[in-house]
């Protein structure tokens, strides 16, 4: 479907628009985009490695990098990248479930749902431009994502059917006591994102990541002048990833009928998402009690909503 949608031949405007259909087509790729950059941002951060570029940037490799303060500045920087992957993937999970169930079931709230996360996870691009520095491959991902997820929201505008009220909840059931909690779990999300994105737009650090590194704001920015700016934009980069997954979770639970397919793909979400982001704590000693609590607080609503929502 995705390579329909790409290969197209000049002047032939009716394969075109069979390839482009109902704009569905497009949205799957877009999430499956999504789905590998995330899946390539873990790995590749796992390796221990800097991107060409950024290393080019620095002026620095990782393993120059590594042999400061015990590795610690580099292992903070892959944690932010690998948290960042972990919920590029929960967001095309998402997008998945939206454009292949209820939009195809010309239910208007899912595009706008769409709509509202996609525009929160662009506009937060906008934020990298304070910093100084902006990527070329994150540059040529969004070049390329744009693009894809515009025209596929333009040409699905035509699914958008009657209003639908949203999902009446009967708080006396287990169900939707656990709706009430992944809803809860969605604003939650959705502002620690922009709380993140607003830190790496001013402060960059909190307390707690200074004292992990063990070094202040100006040290760091002392050993390479551009290594807060890096920071600033892994920083900036993960809390607009946040903000737009929590967009997506708190629309489909407001809104969506529940089902198997559903409750699979918040599960999924959620795992992907919470697993990179509390995981890579532990493995690089980044143990924080106030820094790791709202996290795991996060994660234990999360999963109680699941198991909750789940029996509907």
Request: glycine fraction near 14%; include cysteine.
């Amino acid at each position: 479907m995705c390579g329909e949608a790409i290969l197209l031949s000049e002047g032939d405007h009716g394969f075109v628009k069979g390839a482009i259909g109902d704009g569905r087509p497009l949205l799957i790729c877009s999430a499956l985009f999504l789905i590998g950059c995330g899946a390539f941002a873990i790995f590749q951060a796992a390796t221990g490695h800097l991107l060409p570029h950024d290393a080019a940037y620095l002026g620095m490799s990782a393993t120059q990098l590594c042999a400061l303060q015990g590795c610690r500045i580099l292992h903070f920087m892959i944690h932010d990248r690998i948290s960042f992957g972990g919920v590029l993937v929960a967001i095309g999970v998402m997008y998945l479930w939206l454009a292949l169930f209820p939009l195809r079931q010309r239910q208007t709230w899912a595009w706008w749902t769409l709509a509202l996360s996609g525009s929160a996870g662009f506009l937060s691009f906008l934020a990298y431009l304070g910093y100084g520095y902006l990527d070329t491959w994150h540059g040529a991902g969004t070049l390329v994502l744009l693009p894809l997820f515009v025209l596929g929201m333009i040409r699905a505008r035509r699914l958008r059917g009657d209003f639908v009220a949203p999902v009446s909840l009967n708080w006396r059931s287990a169900p939707a006591v656990g709706r009430g909690l992944l809803l809860l779990s969605g604003f939650g999300i959705a502002g620690a994102g922009l709380t993140i994105m607003a830190v790496g737009m001013t402060r960059v650090f909190v307390p707690q990541d200074l004292e992990f590194m063990g070094l202040t704001r100006e040290a760091i920015g002392a050993i390479n002048p551009h290594l807060v700016s890096l920071i600033a934009h892994d920083r900036a980069g993960f809390g607009g990833a946040l903000m737009s997954f929590g967009v997506a979770l708190s629309g489909c639970m407001r809104y969506a009928q529940p089902s198997r397919a559903l409750w699979q793909a918040v599960a999924i979400a959620g795992t992907c998402g919470f697993a990179t982001a509390i995981g890579i704590h532990p493995v690089i000693g980044y143990l924080s009690f106030s820094h790791l609590a709202p996290a795991v607080l996060g994660c234990a609503v999360f999963s109680l909503g699941l198991v909750l929502a789940s029996r509907s």
